[in-house]
């Protein structure tokens, strides 16, 4: 079974200064890697994905993750933190074949301070 | 094009009760998943519907059932509510064919229950 370990249930940032969310997989197949993001009261939106190919994914917002397969991890960066990035952030993991178990990370609430 | 539309938002129960959460998925989509995200975890999978059947499901006892119609909404039922049980409940929904399947999911806004 595949599971999601994300390091960090808060990560506190100022605002212009560099995001960087971790997170590491488990699977026993290759996986497909995403990361969402949950604003208060709201459901969760994509950020991101890796499915194949390039291993630099870009996202909205100007996050990017990179999938490293050596070292089992999917970390989501940001160069310069906006105020409007405080959120909750999930990493998700689930099997190339189907999705009808994808997995998440218990979640990183990042704080953006003035 | 309207996205995942999931209803009651909010709505409080007592133990012992059932609730029924209903849920429409994005259009063109024909696969719905149900998720239990309880305060401060993440998303916690309990089933998915295809085709009208349960096709997996996560580790959650029998009082949670599901449904799913022919126009593709499901349905989530909860009998004999716990305390436990209050939690945001969360639908997602994706195509299943396998031109388009890519894993990515599309969530609701989700329904939050209280159970008292």
Known sequence: AQSVTQLGSHVSVSEGALVLLRCNYSSSVPPYLFWYVQYPNQGLQLLLKYTTGATLVKGINGFEAEFKKSETSFHLTKPSAHMSDAAEYFCAVTRRVNNNDMRFGAGTRLTVKP | ?116
């Not at chain 2, 029924?20 to 089933?47: E, M, N």
């Not at chain 2, 599901?66 to 409940?89: I, M, R, T, W």
Request: net charge negative.
């Open chain 2, 1 to 116: 094009d309207a996205g995942v539309t999931q209803s009651p938002t909010h709505l409080i129960k007592t133990r012992g009760q059932q609730v029924t959460l209903r849920c429409s998925p994005k259009s063109g989509h024909d696969t719905v998943s149900w998720y239990q995200q309880a305060l401060g975890q993440g998303p916690q999978f309990i089933f998915q519907y295809y085709e009208e059947e349960e096709r997996q499901r996560g580790n959650f006892p029998d009082r949670f059932s599901g449904h799913q119609f022919p126009n593709y909404s499901s349905e989530l039922n909860v009998n004999a509510l716990l305390l436990g049980d209050s939690a945001l409940y969360l639908c997602a929904s994706t195509p299943i064919g396998n031109i388009s399947f890519t894993g990515e999911l599309f969530f609701g806004e989700g329904s939050r229950l209280t159970v008292l």
